[in-house]
């Protein structure tokens, strides 16, 4: 059976809109009077989908879409709408309502528009699903030295390693912020060879140096290797650079209060404080990074 | 620098609009009288951006939305939306439209929603460019016994394969239709025993929910629901690999037809085993017949096509 929330203040748009749904008998429908009691109602049980009125007292439509998208993200929205309250309805579509029927249609688009969106949020959940059948994924990239990719590549394995269960909220923040530094260093400091004692002195001629290097052989030709190998038990990342290389010995000791100013050092200092493990590999080209699921190896038993 | 193409048959809105964004955003702005001309600039103007008014003649903006979202789906429009148009707005954002801006709040609300927008429309595309940067791609999974999960893993397959451009839009098709064959068998011919011609009998139901079919009742009683199907994943740009393992109790590999011969099986089985041996440049069983592995290999322009 699938659930639906009906919610409107007045009780004959309610039946209204709940007779039309209970056409289909493989529809449950359950009511609310308002938004507040919607929200109290899908505290106790989450339904399928809401189908809310724009205006009503207590809490309108407009606010209920908002906070049915924060504490309900996978509940999907239906608006009725009258005319005259389109502007809100405009605004409740680009807050997050998946779609909208106008009352005087509510009989010829109701069930059909219902099923449709139902259908898109059936095929979603079903893609949440599957990252829970993922036991293990591994890719290789390669990147040029375009920042512009850095971005995105961080939000992916953020997500990637989130929803692997190898971290919460905060520690997928970190988990990001100890990749960017990995893979900003490779870019700036390995291929490009820019120091950041640069970066210290004269933020301007930095910023120059980067933009001739990327166009300059030996450097333009330089590319990022990353890797990444993620299980149940632990995410893995290689970034490996191919530039001279460094020696990680001889950075300032980031833990020197004299040097926690500076800036160099600064990213190995946060790679090492965020991750679970950081060494350095070649020449010091290569940066390996593992962040370890909380709670570790006592739950590998119960991992598939 | 982005290039925004403003949309609006008043040639004195059109002008409003375009200082905005000059003003508050590094941008070159571009201008089209309505949405036929919109159209026909979309090549040499290629655009980062539409703002778009509603209300136009010979094409409105509703209509517009439409057309860039069929043609360009990759540029993003945001609406100007005059007192009074808020129904053709809502019509207009269910068909695709990113934002919009009410004509009274254009100033203060304009440059901001245009940011936003633009950002959005670049992260998409950072995504995009980041699958063309992947040069090895491997995932295994274990599913249980539920076909719902079937269709979201060759979207991801295909996904992948699109991003190292392996194969055509013909090939990727291919593709999908091999690998879902093959995870069908796996789960109902393999783990939960069951005839390809009782699913047919059972038809889309199956893939649905609630009711009590044999797929259903398997799925839940021993020894089936032990069962698990595992599937590995290897895509690079050379080539994509799949193997598929049940848990079920195989089948003699040796009556497996030969191209054209397919009664050696049950015609549904041997249908998709057909289809796996034709989509694929490699197709073969393990002893036991619980596993199979299928490769496909990169599109070379040179070879002839496969039959």
């Known amino acids: ?51 809310t009125d724009l205006m009503m007292p207590e809490m309108d439509g407009l606010q209920l879409v908002s906070a049915v998208r924060s504490k309900f993200p996978y509940v999907p929205v239906i608006l009725t709408t009258s005319q005259g309250n389109e502007e809100i309805a405009v605004q409740a579509l680009q807050q997050g309502a998946a779609s909208y029927v106008p009352k005087h249609a509510l009989a010829r688009r109701l069930l059909d528009t219902v099923h449709r969106v139902l ?5 979603e959940r079903s893609y949440l699903r599957l990252w829970n059948c993922i036991s293990v994924a591994e890719y290789a990239l390669e990147l040029d030295n375009d920042s512009s990719l850095i971005g995105p590549l961080v939000t992916y ?15 997928r923040m970190r988990v990001g912020v100890a990749l960017e530094e990995a893979l900003t260093n490779a870019m700036y400091h390995g291929n490009l060879q820019v120091g950041s004692e640069l970066r210290e002195d004269d933020d301007r001629a930095y910023c120059a140096l980067v933009e001739a290097r990327r166009n300059q052989v030996p450097y333009k030709e330089r590319r990022i290797h990353v890797r990444a190998r993620l299980s149940r038990d632990e995410a893995v990342f290689v970034v ?14 980031p833990t020197d209060p004299a040097n926690l100013e500076r800036v160099s050092g600064r990213g190995i200092l946060l790679m090492r404080t965020f991750m679970d493990e950081v060494s350095f590999r070649g020449m010091g080209n290569e940066v390996v990074l593992t962040k370890r699921r909380p709670g570790g190896l006592n739950l590998v038993a119960n991992g598939r | 620098m982005a290039t925004i193409l403003v949309v609006d048959d008043s040639a004195v809105d059109r002008r409003l609009v375009g200082g905005l964004l000059e003003k508050s955003a590094v941008c070159t702005v571009q201008y089209a009288a309505n949405g036929v001309e919109a159209l026909a600039r979309m090549k040499e103007v290629a655009p980062d951006l539409i703002v778009t008014d509603l209300n136009m003649p010979t094409m409105d903006g509703l209509e517009l939305v439409k057309s860039i979202r069929a043609r360009h789906p990759d540029v993003p429009l945001v609406l100007v939306t005059a007192y009074g148009s808020e129904a053709l707005a809502l019509e207009a954002l269910e068909h695709g ?99 390809r011609e009782q699913i047919q009998a059972v038809g889309d139901r199956l893939i649905g929910e609630g009711d009590a ?56 089985r041997g249908r998709g085993l057909s289809l796996m041996r034709n989509f694929m440049d490699e197709l073969r069983f393990n002893e036991t017949g619980n596993e199979v592995t299928m490769v496909k290999r990169r599109d070379d322009n040179d070879s002839n096509p496969r039959g």
């Open chain 1, 119 to 123: 259908a898109v949020s059936c095929r």
């Open chain 2, 213 to 268: 079919s044999l797929a259903d009742q398997r799925r839940s009683q021993p020894p089936y629901c032990g069962r698990r199907v595992y599937v590995y994943v290897t895509v690079s740009p050379a080539e994509a690999r799949f193997v598929v393992r049940d848990e079920g109790r195989g089948f003699d590999v040796a009556a497996v037809p030969v191209p054209g011969d397919p009664n050696a099986l049950e015609p549904e």
């Open chain 1, 157 to 171: 394995l953020q997500e990637h390693v989130s929803r692997m269960g190898l971290c919460d909220e905060t520690d």
């Open chain 2, 97 to 195: 439209a990113a934002s919009y801006v009410p004509k009274s709040q254009l100033a203060e609300r304009l440059p901001r929603t245009v940011d936003e927008v633009l950002a959005m429309a670049r992260t998409d595309r950072g995504a995009k460019q980041l699958l063309t940067c992947l040069v090895r791609s491997e995932f295994q999974f274990v599913l249980d016994n539920d076909p719902a999960m079937i269709d979201p893993l060759i979207d991801l397959v295909q996904q992948i394969v699109a991003g190292m451009g392996l194969c055509d839009f013909t090939g990727r098709l291919q593709t999908g239709i091999a690998l879902k064959e093959a995870l069908l068998n796996a789960v109902f011919h393999g783990n939960l025993e069951i005839s």
């Open chain 1, 240 to 253: 490996r650079d191919e530039g001279t290389g460094f020696d990680p010995s001889g950075l300032p000791d």
């Open chain 1, 1 to 51: 059976m699938t659930a639906i929330l009906v919610v409107d203040d007045s009780a004959v748009d309610r039946h209204l809109v709940g007779g039309l749904l209970e056409r289909d008998t493989a529809l449950r429908v359950d009511y609310a009077t308002d938004g507040a009691d919607a929200l109290r109602k899908m505290g106790a049980a989450v339904p399928d989908l809401v189908v």
